[in-house]
Every structure is written in C-alpha cells, then in structure tokens.
C-alpha cells in the first residue's frame, strides 16, 4: 500500500479522497471524488451514507442489521442454495416439502411423499391425489384420500373407494364395493354403498340389489333399489318393481308406477272440503287432485 508519508502534495493529489465541493461535510450527503473529480460510487453525510450502481460484499462479514434485513441464508432439509454464476444471488430449491407437488404429467398435483406412508399419485391430465395411497391415474380424477378413481373424470373421497366406479360418478365415504355395476353418471355418499347408473345413494349400505339398474334413489340406512326408475326413501326401504316409490321406514315397493307407504296423512285438510267435483273444481283442486265431502274421500275425475 502506498504511503503519502514524504510525498508532496502537487504529486499526489490525483489519489486523494475529497468531497465534491471541496467543503466539509454535513447533513446533505456529498459524493465523493477523487482529485481529479472523477466521482465514486459513494456518498457522505455527518448522519448518512448512500452508494449507487453496484454494491458487492462478496467476502464480507455484515452485522448490525436490523431485524427486517436478511443477515445470512442456510440451506436446510429440503432446501438447497444455488450460486448464480458470478452475480452473488443465489436460488433457492426446495424439494420434498410437506405439501402439494407436481404430479408426473403436465396440470397434475399429488401431496408430497414425506406426508404419507403410501406416496400418492397423480399420472393423468388434470389429477389431483391428495392423501395416504390417493391414486389419480385416469383424466380429471380427483381421489382425497385413501383410494383410487378407475374411471375418467370421476371424485373420489373417502377410505378404499373402489376403483371399478365408471366415469363421471361421485363417491364420498368408506369401503366403496370394487365389484363391476353400471355406475356412470352416479352420486354415492356413505359406507359401503352400491350405486346404479345415473343413480344417487345416499346413506350406509345404500345400494342395489340384483345390478344393472338405472335412475335410482336410494336414500337411509340400507335402503336398496332393485328395478329401474325406482326411488327408495327411509331405512331399509326396498324397491322391487319398475318406477315404483317406497317411502319410511322397512317399506317395499313391489307395484309398477305405484307409491308405497304404511300411512297418508293429509294437512289443512278442513280447506279441502267441496260438494263435488264442479265446487273442487272452482277451489283450485285438480284432475285427480284428492278433495273430501263431510270426510267422504273423493278424487275429482270432471
């Protein structure tokens, strides 16, 4: 390092620091020259510093820091440092963390493998795998939890669903049947339920009974469909014949286009009482609507 020790002044100050005016400094930051002029890329004040263009403290210790500046940066589990070829940045790569992952085909997402014991997975288009042994593998699958989604564009959640359910159908629950039944265009919520094509079951064990039916309702405990077009409602209901309706509880439905039921009860029935068919008929009672004469039962036929 070169001494100014014995130089004189008229030789050196070419490599003198100075302010820009020559004047001391205050609290109006000044830059900083050389004895040319040439400016630096600093400023100073008496309470404040400043620098412009670029600022490299590669190799440098920086303490004092307030608690909102970043001091250092350390790699942990998961988590690598990249340096940036010559810039001093660095990227930063996370890897296995506890949360959502790409799955293995483009616009797929799976839960990491560091959250599960059995790693999830998301194979097709459009999947999503969230979940101890979720598997997406067809388009549009999307399976929460343990299970599996057989068909395109189905919704799987719940424990062990069955992956023989056929596209387009919803299942919610546990122990979902794996044997093969018409079950497009279904709606299936609880356990252990047997959904028909373009059917909805809602309620524990749920299902249909002989297989192949379509457009089916069966909502409560153990209600069961049996013939097409049926509709069972309460637990242990059971239809039996085409386009039949049971309804409450342990009824079976075994008539063609007939509502089954143990009681009928009708309310405001004081408002319904009319002379005949033509009185019925002004009180807003419809063909085959259901009116009374002093409690004599009567359906209007004119």
Do not use: W
Request: proline share 2%; net charge negative.
């Amino acid at each position: 390092m070169a001494s100014l020790f014995n130089q004189q002044i008229d030789l050196t100050y070419e490599g003198l620091i100075k302010t820009i005016d020559n004047g001391v400094l205050g609290a109006v930051e000044k830059e900083i020259t050389d004895g040319l002029g040439n400016s630096s890329t600093l400023k100073l004040g008496t309470t404040s510093a400043s620098f412009v263009g670029t600022l490299d403290l590669t190799g440098a210790t920086v303490t004092g820091l307030p608690p909102s500046g970043v001091s250092s940066i350390i790699a942990g589990t998961n988590v690598t440092l990249d340096p940036v070829g010559g810039t001093g940045d660095v990227t930063i790569n996370v890897a296995g963390g506890a949360g959502l992952v790409n799955g293995t085909v483009a616009n797929s997402i799976k839960s990491a493998d560091s959250l599960t014991t059995i790693a999830s997975t998301a194979t097709a288009t459009n999947a999503i795998a969230i979940g101890n042994g979720a598997d997406a593998t067809q388009t549009k699958n999307i399976v929460l939890g343990t299970g599996n989604a057989g068909s395109a564009t189905m919704i799987v959640i719940g424990d062990a669903t069955g992956p023989d359910y056929a596209a387009t159908s919803i299942a919610i629950g546990n122990n979902m049947p794996t044997d093969l039944a018409f079950r497009g265009d279904s709606v299936s919520v609880g356990h252990g339920i047997y959904p028909s094509q373009y059917g909805v079951y809602i309620g524990n064990g749920a299902n249909h009974t002989a297989g192949g039916q379509t457009r089916c309702v069966a909502v409560g405990h153990n209600s069961r469909t049996s013939a097409n077009q049926t509709i069972s409602l309460g637990a242990d209901t059971v239809t039996t014949a085409e386009n039949s309706v049971a309804i409450g509880y342990g009824i079976t439905a075994a008539t063609a286009n007939t509502v089954t039921l143990k009681r009928l009860q009708m309310l405001d029935y004081a408002s319904l009482s009319y002379a005949d068919d033509t009185a019925a008929a002004a009180g807003g009672i419809p063909l085959g609507g259901v009116y009374h004469t002093a409690g004599a039962l009567k359906i209007r036929i004119a």
